[in-house]
Structures are given as C-alpha cells and as structure tokens.
C-alpha cells in the first residue's frame, strides 16, 4: 500500500470524528493564559473540524482568520465608539483569534505544518498586534475627550511592549529549536494557577474587553490597567528568556570515551 493510501485510510472521516481526532492532537498548554488555554483552544478545535470537512488548508484558515481580525480593527480606527461598535469588534477579534487557533491545530490533523504556514501564521500576528494598538491610538486621538494628552502614551506604549514580547517569545524558541542537539524535552505539566495569573497578557482577554469600548469611563482606565500588566510581565519574562537563551551557550559534557564507563555520580 502506498503513503498516499496509507494517509487516505487514517483520515478522519466526518466532523465528530475529526473533533475526536484533534482533541489528543494538541500542543502543550505549558504558559498559556487561561482565556487561551480553556476557550480559545477549545473554539479553534471546533473550527479546525468544521475546515477539514470543508477541505480548507491551514493557509485559507489563516486568512480567514486575517479577514476577521483586521476587520474588527479598521473598525477601532475608523468609527465612533459606542454600544454596538464594542460588541462588534469584541466579536470581530474573538473569531479572528478562534481561527487563528484553528490553522495549527487543522495542520496537525492533516498530518504536520510547514514552514510557509508557520512564516505566514506568525507574519499575520506580528502585524495585528502592532496594528491593533495603534488603532486603540487612532481611536483615542480621533474620538476620545482626552483630559491628558499623555494618555496617547498608553496605546503607543503598549505597541511597543506587545511587539517586544511577541519576538522575544519567537526567538526564543527559534533559538532552543536551532541549538537542540536531539528530541525535544518532554513539556512540564501546564499549571492552572499560572494560566489565571497571567490573565492580563492573554489576547483573549484583550479581545472580550473591546466589548466595552463604547464606554470610554470603563474602557480607558481598563485598557490601561492591561497595559501595566503587560509591562510588568515582559520586565520579567525577559530576564528568565534572558537566563534560558544563555543556558544554550554552555558547552555540552563531553563524551566519554568508548569502552570507559560514564561517571552518573552515584556511590555505592
């Protein structure tokens, strides 16, 4: 039987199937925010289904997923607050994020990703990341009754802070993926504790909170608040990447020589 067969019969066939499927076919939720790891996850699988039936790539789900995001964002920048703009956006972004879940988990079911998918997947969110804060900045300055100019500084502040961790995040890993001599290490159990602590840098959350744009009192001192946490976040994260990257320069352990027995440190 040929590969192309083989990979015929293994298929999922029909949605339940693929659901089922997907649902012992995800990454680590090791550092996941909870708004990522407990819904967002969980619509991306539901979506990642629904695209295989289809008989979507992962790419088109991206896109899809583009079409989405940028739409809620164009909005940010381009209408008046109010109610319904909010509840408009808020669902803009939380489908654009619910596909954006779903374009790695529907490779992983089509039996592994690439690297023009993953090139694609992460150029799309370095652009909405940068684009939604500053559409927040547009929005601010255009319909907003400042008191403080300096609240511009916000938005602007947390483009910056969000792109910064975005990368560092990237690279990172990059960087490990590049020095790994071997398997990749088993992933740590994820910790519920953590994904609630971290709330503040989750997208997730971003999203929902554009429900309240439309109420400038609650929305402005709200996205603040998420900026601080953001901040503060990365302050710290850097310096464990920081610690982590350099970890990767230690020189390996020798190898010992054929015939001598290894040194474990156990005494007898």
Partial sequence: MSARATSDAAAPAGFRAALTRLASAQKSAKGAPAYSRFVNR?????LAAASYVAGLTPNQVTAISAC???????LIALVDPAPWLGAAVCLALVVGYAFDAADGQLARLRGGGSASGE?????????????????VLVSWYRFYDLDRDAYLLVPLGFTIVAAVMFFGMILKDLLARARRTGPAPAPAAPSTLRSLLVIPTDYGVLCVAFLLLGFT???????TLLFAGNALF??????????EVAALDAPAPAAAPAGQPVDTGVRR
């Fill in 42 to 46: 969980k619509l991306g699988r539901v």
């Fill in 119 to 135: 090139y694609l997947d992460h150029m799309v969110d370095a652009a909405k990341i940068s684009a939604l804060h500053s559409a």
């Fill in 217 to 223: 009192d609650v929305f402005l001192p709200l996205y």
């Fill in 68 to 74: 989405f995001t940028f739409t809620g964002i164009a």
């Fill in 234 to 243: 990365l302050l710290a994260a850097s310096v464990k990447w920081f610690r």
